[in-house]
């Protein structure tokens, strides 16, 4: 009876050293096209970049994704949205793509990267939220969002459109969220 032990533990241990599957783009919570000029044989990786509320700022690019050569210049990928970004906390995300010339999977000074005009707003609660304004004393666009009604998890708002029953608009699943430098 020794010897079933002993013969369990490798098993035990391939099993947990295993990966998760890599599922097609269009198979993902988030999915669409990267575009654009990103250099010769980039390594392009996608991040889930915001702030949650009061003050969480993260960058995640650790989250499960999967980003497929479709042409010249031009990818297909596929994004996990996590159910929670952070526990019980509303938050405004945009999914960056980056070209992690440095392969250490995380978006670094220096490496190319780009976004797109819209913008996730996890809510915990369905709800209007306060405007939000960026301080001129920071650098880049100083986009901030006007108040907004919500529904309680995943919202898509579009900054390219107008503000309508359908801008923002809760989502489960995001397709055609196009990213191109």
Do not use: H
């Amino acid at each position: 009876m020794r010897l079933f032990p002993a013969l369990l533990l490798p098993a035990l241990l391939l099993a947990a050293c295993g990966q998760t599957s890599v599922k097609a783009p269009a198979e993902y919570r988030l999915s669409g096209t990267l575009g654009g000029d990103w250099g010769s044989s980039p390594r392009l990786r996608l991040a889930l970049v915001g702030t949650g509320f009061p003050v969480a700022v993260s960058t995640n690019s650790s989250i499960a994704q999967n980003v497929v050569e479709s042409g010249a210049g031009t990818w297909s990928y596929g994004f996990e949205l996590p159910n929670t970004p952070l526990p019980n906390v509303a938050g405004v995300y945009q999914v960056v793509a980056f070209n992690d010339a440095n392969n250490d999977a995380r978006p670094n000074i220096g490496e190319t990267v780009a976004r797109n005009r819209q913008w996730l707003i996890y809510s915990p609660v369905s709800t209007t939220t306060q405007p939000i304004t960026i301080p001129d004393f920071l650098p880049g666009e100083n986009e901030g969002l006007p108040a907004l009604t919500v529904s309680a998890g995943w919202n898509l708002y579009d900054r390219a459109q107008g503000l309508s029953a359908t801008n923002p608009r809760a989502v489960q699943k995001i397709t055609g969220y196009d990213i191109s430098r």
